[in-house]
């Protein structure tokens, strides 16, 4: 019998085995145990109750936009963020061996899998069925044993699974990727020297007029450049905003610091969620 994980070796990830959630662990922490989990609730958990070390976490795609259900969590969690990743997202046409393009009917995955193939789907004349994640389409078909139905799924799960790939790369875009973020329940204390560091924080501003404007323009008189705002309704009320925010720079330095001191004038909610390392593929982008 295999000796169970130590905490300290286990990363949580939402989805089942061979999700890209879990492709992006062994891509970050090849070394880590993957824990599989139910519901972005249930990974968060798994890190807050010291059953993983940390958790990877998609937050935005370059084709689908947010996660939105991860932006209501993140207020009420406890963790801090210590780093991020970018995916590329290569999807695979998988299918049950002895299968073929001629035997497939229809093909399943999650509704963005299959939104992100519309194209080479229609072209091909198969029938899109929307399933409740990627691996667990793959997981289904490996199941079925079915010809006539496919999944669009990484390559790691049709490895898990058995599966073969008719078709690789099936994405309609090429810039299709997913920005994941790493939780833990301590902040990262030692931050490289030299490089770019992310902040990432949320804050609600008071019901004043302008308060929005006059919070960018702490930033902006400061020179800190921020590189993602989103807001979304708290509670469903129209009259409460909250706001994710991404910016360059660490809150001891003097510039980050004078916009924060200026922020705390037109806010009454303010949490860093975290300071990290600038993922190199964000550099590149510049």
Known sequence: ???????????????????????????????????????????????????????????????????????????????HIIGEHFQRINHHLLAIKGASMESLKTVRSHEQALGQCRKNLLGWGFEPDVYSDTAGAAKLISELQDPTVGAIASSLAGEIYGLQSLQINIEDADHNTTRFVIFARDPLKDLPNKGTTVTSFVFQVRNVPAALYKVMGGFATN?????????????????????????????????VKHAFEEMAFFTHEFRVLGSYPAAEYRLAKK
């Open 223 to 255: 020179g800190i450049n921020m590189t993602k705002l989103e807001s979304y309704q708290l509670n469903a009320a129209f009259v409460a905003t909250l706001f994710y925010a991404d910016i360059e720079g660490h809150p001891d330095d003097i510039g």
């Open 1 to 79: 019998m295999q000796k169970p994980s130590h905490p300290d070796n286990i990363i949580a990830f939402q989805g089942e085995p061979g999700a890209y959630s879990n492709l992006a662990c062994r891509n970050v922490f090849p070394d880590m145990d993957p824990l599989p989990c139910h519901t972005f609730e249930d990974v968060f958990s798994a890190v807050e109750s010291g059953q993983a070390k940390y958790a990877m976490i998609p937050i935005e795609n370059s084709v689908a936009g947010r996660v939105a259900a991860i932006h209501h969590l993140i207020p009420h969690s406890s963790l």
